[in-house]
Structure formats: structure tokens, C-alpha cells
């Protein structure tokens, strides 16, 4: 597969100013001594010290700057993490029945063997870490990891400066792969940071089915593994007419910090799906990037955040749209309990040489306390003149009269709103396409108490 990656500006993908660059932050600095006292050979250990290198003059972005205004770090700041290398002990996580054989898993950034399963595959797919990949395997996957563009954003670079290992998806040419592919990277050790990478190359003709999935080693609603930092990154290469279907669920603990990266780079005539679910981390951050690199795309972007408590959910979007015949459709929906904080950012480039693309964007937000806020800003920036473009934003909360209507039919107060709530969250959850996946985010969203009481 041989793709062309345009020039195309990422907002949230920005090199460091000069004036950055001429400051030291100690705090990054020692995230970097961490991430990079492993060290590893080859083309590998280039790329990482070619990253390092960029993070040693770079600082943490603050609310200072336009991208992250509403997202404070100073909590984080606080914090000294270590890097903990593969506890295995008191694990849980849900297993997808579609996805029993076709499984990998990683605890604290670290491939575990014995939880994972890949003997359920056809031919023509890779499904492996890293390292268990052959020599020319690996000399296939250097063409790709860290190549997507925004490479360079403090966190992108932070994780590739720490790279050791990585979950690595290949299909080939024209495979279509009915198995859903279950990737799963559990952390929780109290102070600790991971830095889970994926990397995903699905070759022109080819289709998949994606479920990306972070979680607390005891469940998204414990605190009991206290405090710690994942900073994720995936990059996916989607080649001509091939079809990517991608849901990311992130229930990390209840004290967790949550950072995640997710670039897409589409070729000409390919389909990316991302249905994308935030449920857990005190503070989370998902900056989803896609660049079109070649004419008649499909890109559809459905995304559900639920919130509660003193949660900070923060979604920054960014559709480069470089080729005519586009056709992007975005549904981010948010659900703001308590005095949780929903942040939403979504932008849709379209230049001049993206005549006749077709651009929807619409954000929808449930409030159900008097102290919940959100933040939304959907955003077209246009310049070709023969587009059909839309954006819009929503904030609402439960209505009373709704309420009364179904107590009039016999329902309680509390259930009624639940019932309300749980109608909101099934539009985006009842389109993921693995049937387990939505019972078990139905019934977690069904059994979230905290959102049916101011």
C-alpha cells in the first residue's frame, strides 16, 4: 500500500512555538527519563531518540493555549509517575465472545501472552505485538509507526519516545476479515504511566472490525488502584477501498489521567468508522485526527461521552478534507452529570481543491445537574465553493413534562430518567457492530446511578 500523505494542517498536531522551545519543563523531563530508560535497537531506538529528542524542548501544554483552554493539566503536574512493567495479579476485563480468539492484551504497556488469543484468524492478517513480529514484518511496520501526521504534539512524542512495544494489526490486500479484532490495554498500578501503542495498516480491498478498549484492572467505576497516567497512541493507515471499523472504549479508574491520540490517515476511495466512548478518568483527553489523502472518502465519526461526578472529558476532532468528493458525518453526543465538566472541539477543514465534498458535524449535549457544564465548539473552515456543509451544537436537559409523562404511565421518577438517559446513549452505542460490546456498554450505562441524582 503506498500512500501520499498531503500537507494539511492538524490543530492539535502544532510543533512547539520557539518560545517553548527556548523554556525546560522539569516535569515533562522527568515523564521522559522514565518512558526512555528501557532501551531497545535498531530503527526502533532511532525513532524513540529522534522523539525524545523533541519532547527534552517541549513543554505540557496549559490553558494558555487556544487548543487545550478548557483543559486544565495542573493536576497532573502534581503527580510523579514511574513506569511499572507488567503486573499480572487481580485482572479483570470483559471478553467479547466475537472476539475470543482474536484478542491481544496489554498490562502497563506490556504485551501478556498468557491473556490474549489469536489462533481464531484467517489468513492474510497479522494480529501480534510487536516484537513477535518476523524481520520483514517489522521492516514493514517501520514504514508506518510514527509516520501519521501531528507526530510531533508534546504527548504523540512522549509515547513514541517510550516505545518498546506495540499492538500491531495487518491486513492484506483485498482480505476481509469477519472476526472482530479485541485489543485491550489495562493499567491501574497506583503512580504509574503507560503508554499503550497501536498501529493498524489495512491494505487497498481490505476490511476490519477494530475494538480498542482501556481500562482500570478493576472495573472504570473503582478507585482503588488510586491515581496513575495512560498516554495513549493509535495510528491507522486505511488504503484504497479498504473499510475500517474502529470503536474505542475508554473506563479507566475513577482517579485516572487519560490521554489518547488516534490518527487516520484515508486513501482514496476507503471507509473509516470511529465510534468512539468515554466513560471513565477523572481527567480525559481524546484528540481524533483524520487526514484524507486521496479522493471519495467516507469518514463517519460517532462519539458518546457520560460523565459524572468531577470528571473532565475533553474531545478535540480535527477532518482534513484535501480531495473532492468527501463525505464526512460526525455524531458526538455527551452526557454531563453532577459537576462534571464535557469539553467538545470538533473542526472540518475543507480547502479549495475539496470541491463537492459533503461535511456534517453536530454535537448534542444532555445536562442533568444545575452544575454540569460543557463546552462545544463545532467548526467549519471552508474555502472550496461548490460544498454541502453543516455543523450545529446542542444543550439541553431533561424535560419535565417527559418525566411526568412516563410516572404517568406508572414509572418512577428515577426510572424514568433513566429511561431518558439511557434513550440518549442507545443512538451512538446501538451502531457499534459487535452485539456484545453494546449489551455490556448498555447495561454500564444502565447501571450508573450517578446520573439519576442531582
Known sequence: MNIQVSPSPIPNSNAVSLTSMLDRDDYLTGLLNQVTANKTEGWLQELRQSAANWVRHSVI???????????????????????????????????????????????????????????????????????????????????????????????????????????VVWVKKNVVVETPIH????????????QPRCLVVAESGSQVTLVEEYTNRRGAESAEDGVYLTNAVTE?????????SH?????????????????IAQARDSRYTCHAITLGAKLSRHNLEILQTGEQTQTTLNGLTIISGKQLSDT????????????????????????????????????????????????????????????????????????????????????????????????????????LINAFAAEVINKIPVPSLREILLNTVNNLKSLTNE
Open 316 to 419: 478535540h476532532s480535527a477532518i482534513a478534507l484535501n480531495y473532492p468528493h468527501g463525505t464526512s458525518d460526525q455524531l458526538h453526543k455527551c452526557i454531563v452529570g453532577d459537576r462534571a465538566h464535557a469539553v467538545f472541539n470538533g473542526k472540518v477543514f475543507v480547502p479549495k481543491l475539496a470541491q463537492l465534498t459533503n461535511a456534517s458535524q453536530l454535537n448534542r449535549n444532555l445536562l442533568l445537574s444545575s452544575k454540569a457544564r460543557v463546552d462545544t465548539k463545532p467548526q467549519l473552515e471552508i474555502t472550496a465553493d461548490n460544498v454541502k456543509c453543516a455543523h450545529g451544537a446542542t444543550v439541553s436537559q431533561l424535560e419535565d413534562d417527559e418525566i411526568f409523562y412516563l410516572q404517568s404511565r406508572g414509572i418512577d421518577e428515577n426510572d424514568a430518567r433513566k429511561l
Open 247 to 263: 470503536t474505542r472504549v475508554e473506563r479507566e479508574g475513577a482517579e485516572a489521567f487519560h490521554i489518547g491520540k488516534t490518527a
Open 61 to 167: 501544554p496549559t490553558t494558555r493555549e487556544e487548543e487545550w483552554r478548557f483543559t486544565d493539566l495542573s493536576s497532573l503536574r502534581k503527580v510523579q509517575f514511574n513506569v511499572e512493567t507488567g503486573n499480572f495479579a487481580s485482572l479483570e476485563f470483559d471478553i467479547l465472545p466475537e472476539a475470543a480468539n482474536s484478542r491481544l492484551v496489554f498490562v502497563n504497556g506490556v504485551y501478556a501472552p498468557e491473556l490474549s488469543a489469536v489462533s481464531d484468524l484467517p489468513s492474510g492478517i497479522v494480529v501480534s505485538n510487536l516484537a513477535g513480529l518476523s524481520a520483514v514484518e517489522q521492516e514493514g511496520v517501520r514504514q508506518y509507526l510514527a509516520q501519521s501526521e501531528g507526530a510531533q504534539e508534546v504527548f504523540t512524542a512522549l509515547n513514541t519516545a517510550g516505545i518498546t512495544d506495540a499492538a
Open 183 to 194: 485489543l485491550v490495554f489495562i493499567s491501574g498500578e497506583t503512580l504509574t504511566i503507560s
Open 236 to 244: 491507522v493507515w486505511v488504503g484504497d477501498n479498504a473499510e475500517v
